[in-house]
């Protein structure tokens, strides 16, 4: 069954430092999707990504993010400057398609520790 | 805006005990329901969900939902639970329109002790 795979499962940075977290959607997939959830705290959405641009994000997208799907098949979430806050699971997802039916298919996650 | 509210932050039952996992959410326009679990150390599995039809949802490992339109609730159930259903439970909505982001809830977190 394909599935949406997340690299590093762990990273561990320095306050300030660029962090690059990374992940496969589902090859036939359209829409992509990144959260975070805060240990202890909720899942929460942070962007949408469709056709190549932002279709939607949350307060906390701030310019400190970008999104990019560079070659068709991974889908990135930067983070410029760490800060300590940042520390969290960040879960990638994709959905197939517009319709309501679909569902959103989580990766792994990718635990990020900012020292 | 919509919001979704689980009113357990902890549940704990023994093992073959029925558990109802509870969940409220808000919305001024139609929703589909969601409940993912999240196992210790792994991510988010759908578990089941509603989007139209039947208000009673059956899903996976034997859990099901039932869908209540004028009580907003989605409220998860399961009859007799089993130690490795011990994880965090987590009821989304999503609206059908625009991005089609989730909504999360709290989370709840179902421990089984034998």
């Known amino acids: 069954e394909p599935e949406v795979t997340q690299t590093p499962s762990h990273q561990v940075t320095q306050m300030g430092q660029e962090v690059i977290l990374r992940c496969v959607p589902i090859?036939?997939?359209?829409?992509f999707y990144w959260y975070r959830q805060i240990l202890g705290q909720k899942v929460e959405f942070l962007v949408s990504?469709?056709?190549?641009?932002?279709?939607?994000k949350s307060e906390i997208f701030d310019d400190q993010f970008s999104v990019e799907r560079p070659d068709g098949s991974n889908f990135t979430l930067k983070i410029r400057s760490t800060k300590l806050e940042d520390s969290a699971m960040y879960f990638c997802?994709?959905?197939?398609?517009?319709?309501?039916?679909?569902?959103?298919?989580f990766g792994p996650g990718t635990r990020l520790t900012v020292l | 805006a919509q919001s979704v509210t689980q009113l357990d932050s902890q549940v704990p039952v023994f093992e073959e005990a029925p558990v109802e996992l509870r969940c409220n959410y808000s919305?001024?326009?139609?929703?589909?329901l969601f409940w993912y679990v999240q196992y210790p150390n792994q991510g988010l599995q759908l578990l089941l969900k509603y989007l139209s039809g039947s208000t009673l949802v059956k899903g996976i490992n034997g859990f099901e939902a039932e869908f209540n339109k004028s009580q907003t609730s989605f409220h998860l159930r399961k009859p007799s639970v089993h130690i490795s259903d011990t994880a965090e439970y987590f009821c989304?909505?999503?609206?059908?329109?625009?991005?089609?982001?989730?909504?999360f809830g709290q989370g709840t977190r179902l421990t089984i002790n034998p």
């Open positions: 997802a994709s959905l197939r398609g517009s319709g309501g039916l679909d569902t959103q298919y």
């Open positions: 090859s036939n997939h359209l829409y």
């Open positions: 990504f469709y056709n190549n641009e932002i279709s939607e």
């Open positions: 919305s001024s326009v139609s929703v589909y």
């Open positions: 989304a909505v999503k609206v059908y329109q625009g991005a089609q982001k989730l909504v």
